[in-house]
């Protein structure tokens, strides 16, 4: 069977992109490998872990369990785009600040989803937080400090507005 | 790893995807959220030829009351199940399930009825799907047939789908007064698969429940009606601790848990008596504020 291609027209990180893709690819490694966008991370490429999350049509995805042709005519967001528009410069130094990362790998996907619980614009417990980060693995931190520096944003955030 | 090669079609209408369904069969496969099927692809553990892409159909998404149903699409996403005020009214159970269906990023792209058609084991919707009498709705080129939930979940990822049939809506009876549901489940993880979960839905005339459907899921092969343990509570009231003790008694007949190394059939079986007791107290709290 020879390989498949399609072409996909979509926007990554706000930039219109136009590429011819191998059917079976998926969308992270088309990210990183033909964009070079290597800020979202594969780790399980089955669903589990959480490190290739990107946004997708402003959700929070899997990147692995998405093929790279059905974000055709999506509005993509990495972790590069969504730094550079400053959405989450609070949650990043708050990581930084609380030491919130160790070897960094599921960095990236722990900010995707924790953008989407701050995007909520509600308070949230602890216990609440650690829920919603359920689904992104971290296995160096024990998470502590991942939920604190997300509990300490949330807080200013809804103390500002 | 990297999924294999296969042949892959955006389709523009169901008519087009019954098409492809009926002149390939088995080897193509109905690509709708992919948090099953793209897991599946990845570790190489299905090499389907084609993949038919249904997510640009909008008329198999949406949720709407009709009359004495909701209408809940087969591409509805969990998140918008989740989200809709229709169903936190109309199907608190499938309201309460939602939270433990996977992780946000899963429920962002999952679809309901991509839950019902696999029928995993341990999925929370078929489960819901079975309590509440649903209706679940097929396509093909020939026509469209209603198959109820009772019929429809035939075991380990078996349902009544034929292969050249879409399923394309389920209709889910609104909760009536007086009743009352309960979901509970039992993960190692929030959001893992259940080692043992039920949805209950009862009917509460005056203090007697006057129809009990236990559904027990993550312990069988498919979502199980137990019939003893229901007929035990049928009848008494919620508050009667014989009866909750015969219901969880009953159990031993109704199912029979799988074996797996990490929760063995006894410890299943001893989580859903667990799981009873407290959502029938649960239930008798909800029958008394209700």
Partial sequence: MSEETAQIVLTVNGEAITRTVAVRQHLVDFLRTELGLTGSHIGCEHGVCGACSVRVDGRVVRGCLMLAAQADGAEVVTIEGLTDTGEIADLQAAFVNRNALQCGFCTPGMLMTAAELLAEKQAKSREEIRTFLSGNYCRCTGFQAIVDAIETTLAKRLEQR | ?????????????????????????????????????????????????????????????????????????????????????????????????????????????????????????????????????????????????????????????????????????????????????????????????????????????GRAVTDARLVYFGSEDRPTLAQRAGAAIDGCSLDDANAVAAAESALEQDLSPMDSPHASSRMRLHLQRVLTRRALATAAQRARAA
Avoid at chain 2, 74 to 84: E, P
Avoid at chain 2, 93 to 121: C, K, Q, W, Y
Avoid at chain 2, 150 to 175: C, K, M
């Fill in chain 2, 1 to 205: 790893m990297k999924a294999p090669k296969f042949s892959y079609v955006r389709a523009d209408s169901v008519e087009q995807v019954l098409e492809l369904l009926a002149e390939h069969g088995e080897d193509a496969r109905i690509l709708a959220g992919g948090q099953s099927l793209m897991p599946t692809l990845n570790m190489r553990l299905s090499q389907p030829r084609l993949l038919i892409d249904i997510n640009r159909l909008r008329e198999l998404s949406g949720i709407e009351r009709r009359g004495e149903h909701v209408r809940i699409g087969a591409l509805t996403r969990h998140a918008d199940v989740a989200g809709s005020a229709t169903v936190a009214r109309h199907l608190p159970l499938i309201a309460e399930a939602m939270p433990h269906v996977a992780h946000v990023a899963v429920r962002n792209r999952g679809t309901f009825g991509g839950s019902i058609a696999l029928a995993d084991p341990a999925a929370e919707m078929p489960a819901c799907a079975l309590s509440l009498g649903a209706t679940l709705v097929l396509r093909n080129t020939a026509g469209r047939r209603e198959v109820a939930a009772t019929d429809y979940f035939q075991g380990l990822y078996q349902t009544a789908r034929r292969p050249d049939e879409l399923l394309v809506e389920a209709l889910i009876p609104v909760q009536q007064p007086g009743c009352v549901s309960v979901f509970g489940e039992l993960a190692q993880r929030h959001g893992d698969f259940a080692i043992a979960g039920v949805a209950f839905h009862l009917k509460v005339d």
